[in-house]
């Protein structure tokens, strides 16, 4: 009992050594100029069709990945050809918040943090983004405090192994801004180093402004001195005012230079959603228009 006590003492000691304010290093992924501009290319021909029909590299890009995932070393090759995943990795369903709290899953966690160290380029990595989901709702993994725990768990563990190279990002959903919802889950700035809200238009809903979806969320980061992107942004392709939306996205973000990074959520959703780019001439040419933008070129240093 005594061994055990000393080890979970030692092992408490090195999780609060390892946080130091996450700031010290958030610089490395922060563009010099411009924003990082990217998708989640999930259309049958992948990175490569989109890259090839917008004529341009994609800084960044979306992959979501389970709890359990373990090929991390897959995430090499990209980085070598200078395009920087963000990394979503859902607990939901596999565990939850307390779980991962109560230190059950820091094998899994330390893990992925060794895997991740090992590529030794900076990268995104976007836990258990959309916490603020409702109860019920398939990405809900607990309330605001133990979201909170689980977090700050995560980032230490990550910490603990040096694996200075992963950054980072807190991604609840844009709206939940607005009510404060959002807020409740805020784990510290030390904590984290990038806000990521998600923004959506979805078909038969109110049809909101950039403005109005995401200037809540742009004063909080600006509030916290915290690097935004925008990881999930789309309106539905075939929805006749969506290319002017995302014409007038392009201003919106250049005139909210704490945005950094910007990826288009190019698929299917899971309620069956289109908002593939590739599937409608005019929603592509917008989307084309706007990666051409010279301030949508810069690449992750």
Sequence with gaps: MKRFAMLATTAAIVLAAA?????????????????????????PSGVAGLQARVGRKLAVYIK????????WKNFSRPLHHHRVPIISWSAAPTTNAAAIASGSQDRIILRAAKHLKALR???????????DQPAGHPRNIGSPATVIAAWRRTFRLFRSVHAANVRFVWS???????NRTAQAFWPGRRYLNWIGPDGYNFPGKTWNSWPEIFNTAYKF???????????????????PRTPGWITKGAKWIRHHTGVKSVTWFDSISPKGYNFQVMTNRATLKAFRAWGKRRFFHAFAH
Excluded: C, Q
């Design 64 to 71: 979501y990945e389970p709890w359990t995932f373990s090929h």
């Design 172 to 178: 609840p959903m844009a709206f939940d801004f607005a």
């Design 19 to 43: 946080v130091a304010p996450a700031t010290a290093n958030a610089a490395n992924l922060v563009p010099r100029h411009g924003v990082l501009w990217g998708a989640f290319p999930n259309e």
């Design 121 to 131: 380029k900076p990268l995104f990595l976007r836990p258990f983004y959309e916490f």
């Design 221 to 239: 980061s600006l509030k916290h001195h915290v690097p935004m992107m925008i990881p999930e942004v789309a309106a539905p392709v075939n929805d």
